[in-house]
Nanobody, 124 residues
Framework: QVQLLESGGGLVQAGGSLRLSCATSGLTSGSYAMGWFRQAPGKEREFVAAVDWWSARSTYYADSVKGRFTISRDNAKNTVYLQMDSLKPEDTAVYFC????????????????WGQGTQVTVSL
Protein backbone atom coordinates (compact mmCIF):
# COMPACT_ATOMS: atom_id res chain seq x y z
CA GLN A 1 0.00 0.00 0.00
CA VAL A 2 1.41 3.36 -1.03
CA GLN A 3 1.36 6.11 1.56
CA LEU A 4 2.57 9.69 1.37
CA LEU A 5 2.59 11.72 4.58
CA GLU A 6 3.33 15.44 4.54
CA SER A 7 4.52 17.41 7.54
CA GLY A 8 6.10 20.74 8.35
CA GLY A 9 3.30 23.14 7.53
CA GLY A 10 2.31 25.97 9.82
CA LEU A 11 1.94 29.70 10.26
CA VAL A 12 4.82 31.98 9.30
CA GLN A 13 5.27 35.67 8.67
CA ALA A 14 5.97 37.00 5.22
CA GLY A 15 9.65 36.70 4.41
CA GLY A 16 10.02 33.64 6.60
CA SER A 17 10.83 30.03 5.78
CA LEU A 18 9.32 26.60 6.19
CA ARG A 19 10.49 23.14 5.19
CA LEU A 20 7.90 20.60 4.20
CA SER A 21 8.63 16.89 4.30
CA CYS A 22 6.89 14.03 2.53
CA ALA A 23 7.61 10.58 3.89
CA THR A 24 6.73 7.82 1.46
CA SER A 25 6.18 4.11 1.83
CA GLY A 26 5.17 1.41 -0.59
CA LEU A 27 6.80 2.96 -3.65
CA THR A 28 8.77 -0.20 -4.19
CA SER A 29 9.97 0.26 -7.75
CA GLY A 30 11.89 3.43 -6.97
CA SER A 31 11.17 4.92 -10.39
CA TYR A 32 8.83 7.63 -9.19
CA ALA A 33 8.96 11.30 -9.88
CA MET A 34 7.84 13.33 -6.88
CA GLY A 35 5.91 16.55 -7.06
CA TRP A 36 4.56 19.24 -4.78
CA PHE A 37 1.27 20.91 -5.55
CA ARG A 38 -0.79 23.45 -3.64
CA GLN A 39 -4.39 24.51 -3.47
CA ALA A 40 -5.63 27.79 -2.05
CA PRO A 41 -9.29 28.29 -1.06
CA GLY A 42 -11.48 28.73 -4.12
CA LYS A 43 -8.65 27.96 -6.51
CA GLU A 44 -7.58 24.96 -8.51
CA ARG A 45 -4.70 22.79 -7.44
CA GLU A 46 -1.48 24.07 -9.00
CA PHE A 47 1.97 22.71 -9.65
CA VAL A 48 4.75 23.94 -7.39
CA ALA A 49 7.82 21.77 -7.96
CA ALA A 50 8.94 18.31 -9.02
CA VAL A 51 12.02 16.13 -9.00
CA ASP A 52 12.73 13.16 -11.23
CA TRP A 53 13.73 9.83 -9.75
CA TRP A 54 17.00 9.39 -11.67
CA SER A 55 18.73 12.54 -10.50
CA ALA A 56 18.21 14.87 -7.59
CA ARG A 57 19.42 17.64 -9.90
CA SER A 58 16.49 17.13 -12.28
CA THR A 59 14.22 19.65 -10.61
CA TYR A 60 11.44 21.78 -12.00
CA TYR A 61 9.55 24.76 -10.57
CA ALA A 62 6.55 26.90 -11.22
CA ASP A 63 7.55 30.43 -12.19
CA SER A 64 5.83 31.78 -9.09
CA VAL A 65 8.22 29.95 -6.74
CA LYS A 66 11.41 29.77 -8.79
CA GLY A 67 14.35 31.11 -6.84
CA ARG A 68 12.47 30.88 -3.51
CA PHE A 69 11.57 27.19 -3.19
CA THR A 70 13.87 24.18 -3.43
CA ILE A 71 12.74 20.60 -3.88
CA SER A 72 15.01 17.75 -2.88
CA ARG A 73 14.76 14.05 -2.25
CA ASP A 74 16.57 11.55 -0.08
CA ASN A 75 15.97 8.15 -1.62
CA ALA A 76 17.64 6.39 1.29
CA LYS A 77 15.05 7.89 3.63
CA ASN A 78 12.17 7.70 1.13
CA THR A 79 11.52 11.36 1.80
CA VAL A 80 11.01 14.43 -0.35
CA TYR A 81 11.44 17.96 0.92
CA LEU A 82 10.27 21.38 -0.11
CA GLN A 83 12.33 24.20 1.34
CA MET A 84 10.32 27.41 1.11
CA ASP A 85 12.10 30.71 1.64
CA SER A 86 11.01 34.33 1.25
CA LEU A 87 7.42 33.27 1.74
CA LYS A 88 4.64 35.56 0.59
CA PRO A 89 0.98 35.74 1.64
CA GLU A 90 0.04 34.39 -1.79
CA ASP A 91 1.88 31.17 -0.94
CA THR A 92 -0.86 30.40 1.57
CA ALA A 93 -2.43 27.07 0.60
CA VAL A 94 -2.68 23.41 1.42
CA TYR A 95 0.45 21.74 0.08
CA PHE A 96 0.31 18.20 -1.27
CA CYS A 97 3.05 15.84 -2.28
CA UNK A 98 2.42 13.38 -5.07
CA UNK A 99 4.13 10.51 -6.86
CA UNK A 100 4.01 9.21 -10.40
CA UNK A 101 5.85 6.54 -12.29
CA UNK A 102 8.39 7.77 -14.77
CA UNK A 103 9.44 11.34 -15.41
CA UNK A 104 8.04 14.44 -13.81
CA UNK A 105 4.97 16.30 -15.04
CA UNK A 106 3.36 19.53 -13.97
CA UNK A 107 -0.21 18.31 -14.40
CA UNK A 108 -1.83 16.93 -11.29
CA UNK A 109 -3.96 14.28 -13.02
CA UNK A 110 -0.81 12.42 -14.07
CA UNK A 111 0.15 11.73 -10.46
CA UNK A 112 -1.30 8.50 -9.13
CA UNK A 113 -0.54 8.84 -5.43
CA TRP A 114 -1.22 11.74 -3.10
CA GLY A 115 -0.73 12.72 0.48
CA GLN A 116 -3.39 14.30 2.63
CA GLY A 117 -1.87 17.76 2.54
CA THR A 118 -0.39 20.18 5.04
CA GLN A 119 -1.55 23.74 5.61
CA VAL A 120 0.85 26.63 5.04
CA THR A 121 -0.32 30.08 6.11
CA VAL A 122 1.78 33.17 5.48
CA SER A 123 0.75 36.31 7.31
CA LEU A 124 1.69 39.90 6.57
Amino acid sequence: QVQLLESGGGLVQAGGSLRLSCATSGLTSGSYAMGWFRQAPGKEREFVAAVDWWSARSTYYADSVKGRFTISRDNAKNTVYLQMDSLKPEDTAVYFCAAKLGGHRSTSYEYAFWGQGTQVTVSL
